[in-house]
């Protein structure tokens, strides 16, 4: 399948969820443009410090746009599944494309129970103190879960390698142990900090 790419660090689209983006280059508009003229999907993926791309990202598909009076695209995408990249593509276009291969990661059949639940979110109520993150917990308490633990993997100031290494997960049990690990991770050495402030 060959793919149009948004490389654009810290900004990591899951399955499932939406991500709004403004676009103003213009080699993202001309990428845009390709998306909607074809399956309307986009590539989003993060590159490493020497600018290489990492090896997964995420399809998404164009499920709104708009145009500005200066030339803007306002788009939203829904993330449909993770891809692999096979090989980058000759470049004909100001933008990048690949050539992408759809990754069909095993969907936990059994349900994450109200302990979990109430775990995870009782440890990202700390963690958003810590981080003084101004949200209110009770908007998201009863979204479904699965969605739960991606919209806080997508809006959390993690590192771009932890969003990378949350995006690689394989089903949702391993994503709900590796995002509480960060999150106690991030939250030890903000008390930490704190300490040694004071």
């Known amino acids: 399948m060959e793919v149009p790419i948004f490389p654009l660090n810290g900004a990591v689209l899951f399955p499932g969820t939406s991500l709004p983006l403004n676009i103003f280059e213009e080699r993202y508009i001309e990428m845009v443009d390709y998306a909607l003229s074809k399956e309307r999907c986009i590539g989003m993926i993060q590159s490493d410090e020497k600018n290489k791309l990492y090896n997964i ?22 993330g449909t599944s993770c891809f692999k990249v096979k090989k980058e593509l000759k470049k004909k276009y100001k933008f ?61 100031p993690f590192s771009n390698i932890e969003k990378q290494v949350l995006l690689e997960t394989k089903n949702l049990s391993d994503f709900y ?22």
């Not at 995420?58 to 939203?76: A, M, N, P, Q």
């Open 96 to 156: 990048r494309l690949i050539e992408a291969e759809i990754l069909n990661f095993e969907e936990d059949k059994k349900l994450i129970n109200e302990k979990q639940k109430n775990n995870l979110l009782e440890k990202y109520s700390q963690y958003i103190k810590v981080k003084k993150i101004n949200l209110n917990l009770e908007e998201i308490q009863n979204i479904d879960f699965n969605q739960i633990i991606k919209f806080i993997a997508m809006i959390s």
């Open 177 to 198: 142990k590796k995002l509480q690990s960060i999150l106690e991770l991030e939250i030890v050495e903000n008390d930490d900090d704190d300490k040694t402030i004071n």
């Open 57 to 78: 990202g995420c399809i998404g598909k164009i499920h709104s746009f708009s145009e500005t009076t200066d030339g803007r695209y306002l788009i939203s995408l829904q």
